[in-house]
């Protein structure tokens, strides 16, 4: 499509499609903003998940496999620590280190996360430009039946098992986007944005929580397409499923729909999810359906392709409106 | 030997004597105290060089042809880092840099280097005690024909090419010996002090540059026997013998044993060095000559021995005075 295009994006769902956008979109007109609630330290390190995702993936050298870290990675350093009764639970690969080290070391040294960032992408022989979704701290928290819990205490050490009440998105409520957020989303070319499929409420919401951010996007008049994380009732990966039960808004992609509001002017759901179309177009958004599993490149690109042309498509018909 | 034996150690030669000792001496009964005027910080990581060689080789996991560095050690994140642009001079293992991960975490986490340091010697499963100099800063810098340079800057990255004009010990006049230290070079029970074979300039100089610690030497009242690091006429490894034809002392065990002073009671002399041992007792000092390279356990064993069986006969014979 012509014109600009951004994408909001959290982990390992989100990558893909981001990947699939890269292949579509020239460099120059893509932007992937990125969740950064994830963000924690650890080790005395900046680790940056979902950004080191994204900037993995898009370069070529994620694992295939997870989804997120390196393809060929080693664990020397790991094995190493647990010898001196370090931190374990969170898996820091040798080559996947090198990142948290330069990035701590230049976030130390003065720069911001958006330069940083951008730093790493260029090295990694990224085109396009990816962002934090700010340079504040933005922090998810969750309210368990095991207490409050940091993203990574949840996600990773407790393995999404303890079950979620409530949901905080600490400082967004104070955090700006960056500069480079607030150009791509005021661009006058800008033609569309894409919500990836990454979970709603643990990858998107920080995001949205940002209030110049979700008033930006309000603002743009550009299509604003959100593809569903849901296939056959369920997520790809991670927890979403389980989550959208413990947070009371049942299975659905209706519920993912609910949830973005009207924020959101067109739904992808998954071929699995057809079924929910009409209720979700009585809403006043436009729905389509499409097969959504990214199982390789192929269909990463047949995705992002759709999504743009969905787009292009609510650009004609006026944001709002019937079926597409 | 009975009684307690402090050994002064800097790297890789050092380290060597320090094994040796450790295979000799009840681990209760040994003290190594370690040059920390090398230590820097690199990449945002505490990096403590000579305490780490003493702690590998300790462990039985150091690397047995270069002498510092793990056995077995990889390489990935020092690759990963050059990718990306990062500083690649100082080559951090992936193994290795689990202990400065876990080093500096301890230390922002408000621990003090000592503390820091007997914690990895625990893990590493080392029985006697390793201790830096000091808790305070002593940094190592040499003035030479490309400028002030940081220890590890003229050694490292410069591969000790500049030549060295003079040698400060910054903070060493402000450092205070650790609590640690002070009782080790105090105790009642010391029989003995080593000087190990290690740089005298660069290794075992910022130790005696503490004010209060070289005062301990002195006032304690035992043998302190320094094993010259001279070996035909050469350090065994490392600029010893460059450093000290730049300062002006000539490449001699007569330069070493000048250098050291009253401080020294005992001189160990390679057998290669024989010819000197005349020139060094009419100092007033005890001198004895041996084979000195360590080439494997057995010789660092029997330095160690021999060394120890020296302090003995000075001890006997009164601190200072003649042939032994």
Redesign the interface.
Known sequence: MSGKVVALCGGVGGAKLALGLSHVVPPDDLTIIVNTGDDFEH???YVSPDVDTVLYTLAGIGDPVQGWG?AG??W??????E????ETWFRLG??????H??R??RL?SGDILTAVTD??AR??GIACAVLPMSDDPVRTVLDTDEGLLDFQHYFVRRQAVPKVRTIRYDGAAKAAPSSAVLAALSDPALAAVIICPSNPWLSIAPLLAIPALSDLLRASGVPVVAVSPLVDGRAVKGPTAKLMVELGHGVSAAAVATFYGDLVTGHILDDSHAFEADAIRETGAHVTVMPTLMTDLDTRIALARRSLDFARQIAHLGVRGSDV
């Open positions: 080790l005395g390190l390196l990675e080693s020397n350093f790991m094995a190493a620590l010898r001196l009764g370090g040798d080559t996947d280190l090198a990142t080290v330069e701590t070391r130390r730093a790493l090295r990694l």
